[in-house]
């Protein structure tokens, strides 16, 4: 029998949708004793940061381990996986960094397909043919909220010359309620003066939200 409280893909993969806030995460991913220590920088919470992926699905869409490379300009997959703190490590969200276009737009398709209509959205087409960069985010489900973040570039690959295009895809799901801090080294006056705008500017979904304007 299969543990449904991790698993959904299949017997070899974890599936991030169905891992439980709240909860160890050492308990049901043991894998995070291999993973980085990293501060997560869209969401600036605590994370197990790991480029190998292929452990991993959402839902029926097993995930993949990419990288694009023309010499000057290196980037991988990545996924995050959030905690609240390393010492009390309980599992708050997860972040996945994709590079792979196709794989990228197959999950936004789940989230869409899973979700309906977004709470906030914005799509931005760019002269270039086929360059896109779109924003989603919602909020419906009752513990977690979902963004979602697709940026399109062009860079110029150095074996052939030619330019071409680097999508990079952000996908964001976090527990509803969570607040991020402010750098040690900001000026409090300017603190005071954000909260003053607007009490809930350091909660996550007025960050993602701000994101829009």
């Known amino acids: 029998m299969v543990c449904a409280v991790v698993v959904s893909c299949?017997?070899?993969?974890?599936?991030?949708?169905?891992?439980p806030y709240n909860k160890d995460l050492g308990a049901v991913v043991?894998?995070?004793?291999?993973?980085?220590?990293?501060?997560?920088?869209?969401?600036?919470?605590?994370?197990y940061q790991t480029d190998n992926l292929t452990g991993y699905c959402i839902n029926d869409i097993r995930l993949n381990n990419y990288t694009y490379d023309n010499t000057s300009y290196v980037q991988s997959n990545e996924l995050y996986l959030l905690v609240d703190s390393y010492k009390a490590n309980?599992?708050?969200?997860?972040?996945?960094?994709?590079?792979?276009?196709?794989?990228?737009n197959k999950l936004i398709t789940y989230f869409q397909n899973k979700?309906?209509?977004?709470?906030?959205?914005?799509?931005?087409?760019?002269?270039?043919?086929?360059?896109e960069d779109a924003l989603?985010?919602?909020?419906?489900?009752?513990?977690?909220?979902?963004f979602i973040k697709k940026h399109s570039e062009s860079?110029?690959?150095?074996?052939?010359?030619?330019?071409?295009?680097?999508?990079?895809?952000?996908?964001?799901?976090?527990?509803?309620?969570?607040?991020?801090?402010p750098d040690a080294g900001n000026?409090?006056?300017?603190?005071?003066?954000i909260l003053k705008e607007n009490p809930h500017n350091f909660e996550l979904i007025e960050v993602f939200k701000n994101q829009f304007l």
């Open 155 to 181: 860079r110029t690959n150095h074996q052939s010359g030619k330019e071409e295009k680097v999508t990079t895809t952000k996908i964001v799901v976090v527990k509803k309620g969570l607040s991020i801090t």
């Open 187 to 193: 000026d409090p006056e300017k603190i005071k003066e």
């Open 90 to 104: 309980k599992f708050i969200g997860y972040v996945l960094r994709i590079l792979d276009e196709k794989e990228a």
């Open 10 to 19: 299949n017997a070899q993969k974890r599936d991030l949708e169905m891992l």
């Open 30 to 47: 043991p894998d995070i004793r291999e993973m980085q220590r990293d501060r997560e920088l869209e969401t600036t919470m605590s994370a």
């Open 115 to 131: 979700l309906g209509p977004p709470f906030k959205t914005k799509t931005y087409t760019k002269e270039e043919e086929n360059y």
């Open 136 to 146: 989603y985010l919602w909020n419906k489900e009752k513990d977690r909220m979902t």
